[in-house]
């Protein structure tokens, strides 16, 4: 359950940069998150509930901005999209595939009230 | 299904909105959320969600650098036989090369107690209710412990073979630890470890006439997600293929 370290960095991020912004409340905090980021969205939400208890992101709505996989195939150079860490090269069968995009974990945006 | 316990209706739970594909690149900017007019302030952050535990990650990462020391992040599944690996690495190499071990567990001082009858300087780290070791905790540990020069340190993981895989600690390598007693569609099942690896070690190979456990097909499982990976096959209980490993180890001071 590793969803509740992530949600505890995230309510450290974002309230440090709320408040720096001078926030009241933060209404929303815009996510990028890789498909194979190793993230469960609902997982996250279920954490982040605990975890912004009491501060500044209490309430605040996840806007998730999901991001595809995308591998380069190391053999034969065909880029493709990746749904997991075990994808096969369409087009030649191998295995050697680098990961491209597809990893990503950010806070983009916050919409605080000031 | 679930029409009494309310599971289908939470009160106060967090909305999560799926928004347009987020575009990679200079562009990405042009493709954020705005809110509408007059409903509050957006303000860009741009930062990773877990950029605080990798600048920690980088600190120890130059620590070691400057004392010359070699982190190893052990991980695994719980009963792979970290600990077990550990103290014959531990007996087989004292005197030729300095050691030290960060153990990582739940609760107790148990594995930390099996090292330290081994001789070699250990601290361990109680995470509680946490499924994995930070960059924080090995930092904290750090401040516990008088690192030689020219050094192995071992980091031995909660046992857990899906959370570490996130949390860079700093280290050279991670080695991650697959016992035959396990299924060998392991890296399979689990890939996000085996991706993050350097290193195999499949132990407890004196096992391997009383189990199913296909070796050939376990290395093949593991290349296919992580086409790096090197593999020794170890038994830590009666020392079979434990050389190779030793050379790695002695390999990367």
């Known amino acids: 359950m590793h969803e509740m370290s992530l949600a505890i960095n995230i309510v450290e991020l974002v309230s440090e940069k709320a408040q720096a912004a001078g926030a009241r409340k933060v209404m929303a905090i815009e996510l990028e998150v890789g498909r194979l980021s190793g993230l469960m969205v609902e997982a996250l939400a279920f954490c982040f509930e605990a975890v912004a208890r009491d501060t500044l992101a209490e309430g605040a709505e996840l806007l998730i901005r999901e991001l595809d996989g995308l591998g380069n195939c190391l053999t034969c150079g065909h880029a493709f999209a990746l749904d997991s860490l075990l994808a096969q090269c369409p087009q030649c069968g191998g295995y050697a595939v680098e990961t491209v995009q597809g990893r990503e974990l950010k806070v983009l945006s916050l919409t605080i009230d000031e | ?253």
């Open chain 2, 1 to 253: 299904m679930c029409d009494s316990c309310g599971c289908s209706q939470p009160e106060n739970s967090v909305t999560i909105t799926r928004v347009g594909q987020a575009r990679p690149g200079p562009g990405a900017a042009e493709s954020h959320h705005h809110p509408p007019q007059g409903q509050g302030r957006l303000v860009e952050v741009r930062e990773a969600v877990l950029g605080k535990n990798d600048g920690i990650a980088a600190h120890n990462r130059d620590f070691f650098r400057q004392r010359r020391v070699v982190a190893l992040n052990l991980v695994s599944s719980p009963g792979s036989g970290k600990t077990t690996i550990l103290e014959r690495t531990i007996r087989e190499l004292r005197g030729e090369i300095p050691m030290a071990v960060i153990e990582g567990d739940q609760q107790t001082m148990l594995d930390a107690e099996r090292i330290e009858a081994t001789g070699v300087p250990v601290v361990q780290v109680n995470t509680g209710a946490g499924c994995h070791l930070d960059a924080d905790m090995v930092h904290q540990a750090l401040h516990q412990l008088d690192l030689a020069a020219n050094s192995l340190l071992f980091i031995e993981n909660v046992g857990n073979l899906v959370c570490p895989a996130m949390f860079d600690l700093g280290e050279a390598a991670k080695v991650v630890i697959i016992s035959v007693t396990e299924g060998e569609d392991k890296p399979l099942k689990y890939p996000a470890m085996f991706d993050a690896a350097s290193l195999c070690l499949i132990n407890k190979t004196d096992l391997l006439p009383h189990v199913d456990f296909d070796v050939a097909r376990c290395r093949e499982y593991a290349l296919r997600v992580n086409h790096h990976l090197e593999f020794f096959e170890i038994s830590a209980r009666t020392g079979e293929g434990m050389p190779g490993w030793l050379d790695w180890l002695r390999s990367q001071i």
